[in-house]
């Protein structure tokens, strides 16, 4: 059964620092998702990563994958507030698999 | 907004009730996915239609029940509800030219409240 688990499942932080969320999973997969939560709202599509040692950067936010080690991250380069949110990653083809998700709080 | 509409917002019933939850997918999207959102159980997979097809199944207690429509709408019903069944409950869809397996867009959701 595929497990998916990220850490850390909290993290608050000052604006203007780096950080990463890393997510691992159980067994082989050939994509990982990565989407965000605003509190009470839907899931946005933030990276789709397809294949090993793909990375993909979107503004503040880099994503990687390494196949071999079932790992993700998800980098947060000099966090500003708007990042505030909680960040899903999820592996699979059509039955997703959540990870617990990562509440991040940017303080200023 | 990703496209992907569902009714009603939210939803207040009592236990032993039944309820339809419906969704429609982006324009052009033929797959169409439930997830359940709770705080013990965190973001769980429902069911995949493709086409009007059933295509996958995860977690989906016997008491619920889901079809794809032929203009591609999809319900979900839930029945004989239970307290624990209070939840946030999520449709996505994707364009599913192989079936599925593309990045899935998420609805807003319906909140069910079950008392």
């Known amino acids: 059964e595929l497990k998916v688990e990220q850490n850390p499942l909290f993290l608050s932080m000052q604006e203007g620092k780096n950080y990463t969320i890393y997510c691992n999973y159980s067994?082989?997969?050939?994509?990982l998702y990565w989407y965000r939560q605003d509190p009470g709202k839907s899931l946005e599509s933030l990276f789709v990563?397809?294949?090993?040692?793909a990375v993909k950067q979107e503004g503040r936010l880099m994503a990687s994958l390494d196949t071999k080690a079932r790992l993700s991250t998800l980098h947060i380069t000099a966090a500003v507030h708007d990042l505030s949110a909680t960040y899903f990653c999820?592996?699979?083809?059509?039955?997703?698999?959540f990870g617990q998700g990562t509440r991040l709080t940017i303080n200023p | 907004d990703s496209g992907v509409t569902q009714t009603p917002k939210h939803l207040i019933t009592a236990t032993g009730q039944r309820v339809t939850l419906r969704c429609s997918p982006r324009?052009?999207?033929?797959?169409v996915y439930w997830y359940q959102q709770s705080l013990d159980q965190g973001l769980q997979f429902l069911i995949q239609?493709?086409?009007?097809?059933?295509?996958a199944k995860g977690n989906i207690l016997e008491r619920f029940s889901a079809q794809q429509f032929p203009d591609l709408h999809s319900e979900l019903n839930l029945s004989s509800l239970e307290l624990g069944d209070s939840a946030l409950y999520f449709c996505?869809?994707?364009?599913?030219?192989?079936?599925?397996?593309?990045?899935?867009?998420f609805g807003p959701g319906t909140r069910l409240l079950v008392l």
């Open positions: 067994t082989t997969s050939d994509r």
């Open positions: 990563l397809l294949s090993n040692g």
């Open positions: 324009s052009g999207d033929l797959s």
């Open positions: 239609y493709y086409n009007g097809e059933e295509r």
């Open positions: 996505a869809s994707s364009v599913g030219i192989k079936g599925g397996g593309e990045t899935q867009y």
């Open positions: 999820a592996v699979g083809a059509q039955k997703l698999v």
